[in-house]
């Protein structure tokens, strides 16, 4: 599964699977926005014993993406990796919902990547997958996030204490999401379209005229 899209800035990017090859690139992206991604990184709760490879990760990956649970991506840009976004907990039936989280290192942010790359996979889970709800759930302190979907527009459902387990502790986080009654007949890209040319409107002054 590949999904492209251009930023409000004209900057391509490519949504794809994560390749046991890029292992080498994955790693070193981590590394390097250690800081930057440590607060908000899912950890256990109950001791682990060993570490999971990078092999490891791929297959379960592709095992959840087989069963039809979950839609992992890596974004690319101008032909690096630079962050993901995964769709996960993927629910049919009568829930037809779905959970997205999603990184980008620090080098690229504020581009419009993120929020280009939720459109992308948010549209894909309402089109494609005929899926009712995408729900993100964001820590309340994750500034830079919370501008992604507010960018998009979901709708806040409220705070969830001690939600998921972060950076070391059960951290409280709160819900956003959008269903297909949102949305009213136009797409998730729509909107980020909508809300780049508003914000452009809003910083833009004109000058004087000859």
Known sequence: ??????TPGGLPILLRPLRPEDAEEYVSVRGRNRHWLSPWDATSPVPVTGSRTFTDVVEFYQEEALAGRMLPFVIEVEGALVGQVNVSNIVLGSFRSCTVGYWVAQAVAGRGIVPTALALAADHA???LALHRVEVNIRPENAASLAVVRKLGFRDEGLRPRMLHID???RDHRSF???TEDL???SVRDRLTHS???SLGRHT???PTA
């Open 168 to 170: 070391g502790d059960w």
């Open 1 to 6: 599964m590949v999904l492209t899209g251009t």
């Open 205 to 207: 002054v004109e000058g």
């Open 184 to 186: 009213g007949g136009r």
């Open 126 to 128: 309402f089109a494609e």
């Open 196 to 198: 780049s040319q508003q």
């Open 177 to 179: 999401a959008l269903t």
